[in-house]
């Protein structure tokens, strides 16, 4: 019998499953406004974490990183040059100025929405706001890759050159940390495959309908290195530039890219 090569591509979930994951989503976007809302300097970042966990328990969910492979918190709270997995503790209080990024997830039914959230502490200064606004932007241009007939790797080809045009559109140089970058989820938050934050186009399996994919820029005003601090947990820049992180969970549609985290 002959063997026929079959395209890999990334899992489909049905039109339910999707407003099932939207669902969870929805939850993390009223944990993630309700951060923001209350965050304020003088609040520690553990002060956040309760924050965020009342408001998934709330309605029903469990904190997806609570005990995750052994972290801490529900959520992850990264000050500065912390660029992710920075642990809430009663130490690190927020200061005015300070960028803070918000990464949450909640379990709801079954399925998981992931979703991260950048955000000045009253005012940011002028590199600081264009970091973060260039952020939001690369993750929106980014996304809009996630269709069905794409490869994963054009939606990472997608996230570095909307960083190009975000570096000529804010009027800031951007570095895209090294290493880390955006995965398949669904019942679990972290699935296969893993999604860089840029490279070529054109690799990779195949966007179906359905598909879907926590998308993460993560930018710096420096190097694109890291280090973990002893903790294990909390990566930081090399050169102690500040960073941002702005996430979304996306399914590819028949009608275009679908926030299954929207913020409302």
């Known amino acids: 019998m002959g063997f026929r090569s079959k395209k890999k591509m990334i899992p ?11 669902a969870a989503g929805e939850i993390v976007g009223k944990a993630l406004q309700a951060v923001k809302a209350e965050a304020k300097a003088g609040m520690s970042t553990l002060d956040l974490d309760q924050i965020a966990e009342e408001v998934i328990r709330s309605a029903g969910a469990v904190p997806t990183f609570k005990g995750y492979q052994g972290f801490p918190g529900s959520i992850c709270a990264s000050v500065n040059e912390v660029i992710v997995h ?24 079954g399925w998981v929405g992931d979703s991260a959230w950048t955000f000045g502490i009253g005012e940011l200064d002028k590199n600081a706001q ?28 997608a996230l570095e050159l909307a960083t190009r045009a975000a570096e000529k559109k804010f009027g800031v140089k951007l570095g895209i940390v090294d290493g ?36 993460e820029p993560m930018l ?44 409302r």
């Not at 489909?12 to 939207?22: F, R």
């Open 12 to 22: 489909a979930k049905t039109p339910g499953e999707l407003d099932a994951m939207q």
């Open 86 to 109: 920075g642990i809430p503790d009663k130490e690190t209080v927020l200061l005015e100025g300070d960028l803070v990024s918000i990464d949450c997830g909640a379990t709801f039914e």
């Open 130 to 157: 264009a970091l973060n606004e260039a952020t939001e932007y690369v993750l929106m241009e980014g996304l809009k890759a996630m269709v069905p007939g794409n490869r994963l790797t054009d939606v990472s080809h």
């Open 180 to 215: 880390y970058g955006g995965h398949g989820i669904g019942h679990t938050m972290h699935e296969d495959p893993y999604l860089a934050n840029e490279g070529r186009p054109g690799k990779g399996p195949i966007i179906q309908e359905g598909s879907v994919l926590a998308i």
């Open 220 to 263: 710096t005003l420096g190097s694109v290195d890291s280090y973990v601090l002893e903790d294990d947990w909390t990566v930081v820049t090399e050169d102690d530039s500040w960073a941002s992180h702005w996430e979304h969970t996306v399914a590819a549609t028949a009608n275009g890219p679908r926030i299954l985290t929207p913020r």
